[in-house]
């Protein structure tokens, strides 16, 4: 954001913002085929979507979330 607004280079912006689109993407689709592949309550479901809107909620959805149960 600052080479954008201080020194009008938008370009890093829209690289960067694509990137982060895809991958926003592709963690939607792997926690939805996880979903499936491996029969995810509605809860689990639920909360990894949220943690992937809440700034560094993957995180905390990696640590108390994705970790195999025994």
Known sequence: ????????????N???????????????????????????STKKTGLALLASVIPFGTFWADAKLFKKEA
Do not use: D, T
Request: glycine content about 6%; some cysteine; hydrophobic content about 55%.
């Open 1 to 12: 954001m600052p080479l954008k607004y201080y020194a009008a280079m938008p370009q890093p």
């Open 14 to 40: 829209k690289i960067i913002g694509m990137a982060h689109g895809v991958l926003f993407v592709l963690y939607v689709l792997a926690v939805i085929q996880c979903k499936i592949e491996y029969q995810w």
